[in-house]
């Protein structure tokens, strides 16, 4: 039971937080300005709009809570059930930002959820594993904010 | 005959997948061997630890490669949806296994090569879609 309330804490703050990015990014002007005289200005507008910040308070609950996930349940559960943050990003984007989403995008998320479920059930990537202290080198691994995409341990 | 050339903001999406997807990856394989040179989070003091990880040669280094990704991300998400960002970024599950494989010599096994297939095919059917499926409100007449 916890850990399916820490599996959709994990997802549904993960997805928040990208969803809140990217209305906070949407809502405003387009970046351009990619030079290196740009970056600075750039960066600056990213960290100081309100909705980016709250998205990244949803980013760092995300990984708080993937930690406790990791610490009550199966890797082989927690990791893959992750995966629906796809589902529900897309699902977040077509009822909260109104994007259309043609079916080729749908079927695109379906394959690439059941890809990444493939891959990370199938055990470690990356690192001969080390085993001490599996829930922090784990979330030092899975950056559940974006999916990143190590998965680590047996 | 000439192909149409790619408007300017299908390669600034395409070269910021790719920036966000390979500093992921590479961000992990950093984070991922500087771990595995930390000792046991339990066996040594707190304060020890803490030094460890900062004097650790691969941590710093994949921590900024992983804001690189996120800044990236955040920065797509200005003028690309989300619906099409996310699957995108998904590549770097497909670097990853690469870099297992190639680099650190790992026995990939055979579901791992399955969802690698299954997540291009995906990236393959999303990157066909339009990058962004709303105007910009920039671009809306008041």
């Known amino acids: 039971m916890l850990t399916w309330v820490l599996i959709l804490f994990t997802v549904f703050s993960s997805s928040g937080g990208d969803i809140l990015c990217a209305r906070g990014m949407s809502s405003g002007r387009e970046l351009n300005d990619f030079r290196p005289s740009g970056l600075g200005r750039a960066i600056r507008y990213i960290v100081t709009r309100r909705m980016v910040i709250l998205g990244g308070l949803c980013y760092a609950v995300a990984f708080f809570s993937l930690l406790g996930l990791l610490s009550v349940a199966q890797l082989s559960v927690a990791v893959p059930a992750t995966a629906l943050s796809f589902v529900v990003d897309t699902i977040g984007a077509r009822y909260v930002l109104r994007e259309h989403i043609p079916w080729r995008r749908w079927a695109g998320v379906a394959c690439v959820t059941a890809g990444v479920i493939l891959i990370v059930r199938s055990g470690p990537a990356l690192v001969t594993a080390r085993t001490q202290h599996p829930p922090l080198h784990a979330a030092a691994t899975i950056r559940s904010g974006d999916r990143a995409a190590a998965v680590v341990l047996p | ?142």
Not at chain 2, 4 to 24: C, Y
Not at chain 2, 30 to 50: D, I, K, S, T
Request: aromatic residues 10%.
């Open chain 2, 1 to 142: 005959m000439n192909a149409p050339r790619p408007s300017p903001r299908a390669t600034k999406t395409l070269v910021f997948i790719a920036v966000a997807v390979l500093a992921n990856s590479f961000g992990n394989l950093m984070l991922a061997l500087g771990m595995n040179r930390m000792p046991a989070f339990a066996h040594v003091p707190f304060v020890h630890y803490l030094v460890g990880l900062l004097a650790n040669p691969f941590l710093l280094p994949g921590a900024a490669l992983s804001a690189v990704c996120t800044l990236a991300q955040i920065s797509l998400f200005s003028w690309a949806d989300l619906s099409f960002v996310i699957p995108c970024t998904a590549a770097s599950y497909i670097v990853t296994t690469l870099l297992g494989e190639f680099i650190l010599g790992e026995q990939v096994e055979w579901a791992r090569w399955i969802g690698v297939v299954l997540i291009t095919f995906g990236v393959v059917l999303v990157a066909k879609t339009p990058v962004a499926t709303k105007p910009h409100p920039a671009e809306i007449p008041c």
